[in-house]
């Protein structure tokens, strides 16, 4: 009896989903409902203690930390220095307006890691200039909504962070894992981009011979330098101490936070309006993120209390599902849940029921964890409701419509797709580095 009242939690809280309602009251209401439902007045004795367990964890004060550092690093205008410093650096080439857009979008990943302001920024910045330049608002879209996720994957990135509490793994190897996989997409993305440029070159033009003169005249060794050299500082300070041994995930995100601030006050950008901003947007999404957690800790502990995990086991082996065919049949799900629903809620109700299986299956935490976060990334860019591409659409010129951005990042899914078989065939590809580093 109590695998049908798990089936029906699942079922509940999915129909409730579809309709929009709230993630975390879905999750929350629905399984304080049932739970006392099926449990008694006894349930409400120990949701809280399970709540307080996850408000004490050490390891989630990362994340306001580094949405606190890629927020400041916004606001001191890092971000539009490096569009512009890079575009005119590679904008003698075919394609280099998209190129320097990827390797922007990969910097930006490795010292923010901030989706939203990342696709935003280049969005205003570089969009109406790829078109002015005559590149096809497909492509310059796409490569623009592709490049902005690379946060998700390349550390520090908060998905990292979640999967890493969720997963029981710790969050250095999961950021250490997700280096080449995430090094990898930038590549494969450069490669598209290089390819367009070589057969389809009057889709991606290069810059005017006068601009690029203009900049090399304009003191081009200190641009760079400015550009470049301080925030490779602050992303070796920040992943070389986690690398190294030095500091925890959540120190090094303070060292993070710290340095993003000095970098802004270096800069001029530090003051009271900008820091109001950057605090009152850190504290939404932090918000955000531990309401959906709490509501999701509520959900595994009726879930679980109700043997839905156990439910959930006996199928799989009545199925005969061997551990890589559960693990396609995982990643198809989840594949299909991003159209639908954000990353958070797919790691906080998905990931949780799922883990004890592979665990029993005995498959690799750390190789797993960075499949997941290579899958969630996609959900930012398949539509009909990936963030990315709201987040652009939103900024993007009139002359960009939808269906532009819709069928140019097409491509830009089919890499990420390719990405993740990669690492599927070569697991090497996500668990040596952490293996040689701590050897």
């Known amino acids: 009896m109590s695998g049908v009242w798990a089936l029906g939690l699942f079922l509940m809280v999915f129909i409730l989903l579809l309709t929009g ?16 439902a099926v449990f008694g007045t006894d349930f409400f004795n120990l949701l809280p203690l399970r709540v307080w367990g996850i408000m004490e964890n050490y390891l989630l004060i990362a994340v306001p930390l580094f949405v606190f550092m890629g927020m400041m690093l916004e606001k001191s205008g890092i971000a539009s220095e490096l569009l512009e410093t890079m575009g005119l650096l590679f904008g003698r080439l075919r394609g280099g307006l998209a190129i320097s857009v990827v390797v922007v979008g990969a910097l930006l990943a490795a010292s923010t890691g901030i989706v939203g302001a990342t696709v935003v920024t280049m969005g205003l910045l570089s969009l109406p200039t790829m078109l002015r330049r005559g590149y096809d608002p497909r492509l310059a879209s796409a490569t623009i909504a592709a490049s902005g996720t ?33 090094i990898l997409l930038v ?43 301080l925030p490779l500082l602050l992303i070796i300070a920040v992943l070389g101490s986690i690398f190294a041994g030095v500091a925890s995930p959540t120190e090094a995100a303070g060292i993070g936070a710290l340095g993003a601030t000095l970098l802004t006050v ?26 959906i957690l709490v509501g999701a800790t509520a959900f595994g502990l009726v879930f679980r209390g109700m043997d839905g995990d156990r439910l959930l086991i006996d199928l799989i082996e009545a199925s005969n599902l061997s551990p890589m065919g559960f693990l396609m049949l995982v990643m198809g799900v989840i594949f299909v849940a991003g159209f639908f629903i954000d990353f958070i809620e797919i790691t906080f109700i998905i990931v949780p029921i799922v883990m004890p299986i592979f665990t029993r299956m005995g498959v690799d935490p750390l190789w ?21 591409l709201f987040y652009l659409k939103g900024v993007a010129p009139p002359e960009i419509k939808t269906t532009h951005i819709y069928r140019g990042i097409v491509p830009f899914i089919i890499i990420q797709i390719i990405t993740l078989i990669l690492v599927v065939l070569y697991p090497e590809i996500a668990t040596w580095l ?6």
């Open 21 to 36: 309602y709230p993630v975390a009251f879905t999750l929350g209401g629905a399984s304080v409902l049932i739970g006392a």
């Open 150 to 182: 690379l946060g998700q994957i390349i550390p520090p990135s908060i998905v990292l962070v979640l999967l890493g509490s969720v997963m029981n793994v710790p969050v250095g190897d999961m950021f250490m894992g997700a280096l080449l996989p995430g």
């Open 187 to 229: 590549w494969l993305y450069l490669m598209w981009i290089v390819i367009i440029a070589l057969f389809r070159g009057d889709r991606v033009p290069a810059m005017p011979a006068g601009e690029l003169a203009a900049f090399r005249a304009g003191g081009t060794l200190k641009r760079i330098f400015s550009a470049l050299v």
């Open 266 to 291: 270096l800069r001029g950008k530090f003051n009271l309006e900008n820091l109001g901003a950057v605090t009152r947007e850190t504290t939404f999404l932090t918000a955000l993120v531990f309401m």
């Open 368 to 388: 797993l964890g960075i499949l997941l976060a290579l899958n969630l990334q996609t959900s930012f860019l398949t539509p009909p409701f990936g963030f990315a």
């Open 434 to 439: 952490p293996v040689a580093i701590r050897n």
